[in-house]
């Protein structure tokens, strides 16, 4: 069993900075991705950014420019740097990892608001 245990969620003001993280435990052979999603209310999971195995990124065009995506050299973490955060940031973060089979974390929440 895997699990994915995220942490750094809170509440800021606008243009402020948050930094998650995620670590991987359990049962773990290796991972062919790992990144966040995310979820507002009232909308759907979104991605928010991913990193491979062999570090090729992608994010979302709404946080291009703003948020970093980083891994540690085994692949069993990651981690999400945000800054100037909006308001239409506001969601509940899931860190998410995928080989063979997909996992998710619990989500941690941030809010952005003055």
């Known amino acids: 069993q895997v699990q994915l245990v995220e942490s750094g969620g809170g509440l800021v003001q606008p243009g402020a900075s948050l930094r998650l993280s995620c670590v991987a435990s359990?049962?773990?052979?290796?991972?062919?991705?790992m990144g966040w999603y995310r979820q507002a209310p009232g909308k759907q999971r979104e991605l928010v950014a991913v990193?491979?195995?062999?570090?090729?990124?992608n994010y979302a065009d709404s946080v291009k420019g703003r948020f970093a995506i980083s891994r540690d050299r085994a692949f069993k973490s990651v981690s999400l740097e945000m800054n100037s955060l909006k308001s239409e940031d506001t969601a509940v973060y899931y860190c998410?990892?995928?080989?063979?089979?997909?996992?998710w974390g619990q989500g941690t929440q941030v809010t952005v608001s003055s």
């Open positions: 990193i491979t195995g062999g570090g090729i990124s």
């Open positions: 998410y990892a995928g080989e063979a089979a997909e996992y």
């Open positions: 359990g049962r773990i052979i290796s991972f062919g991705v």
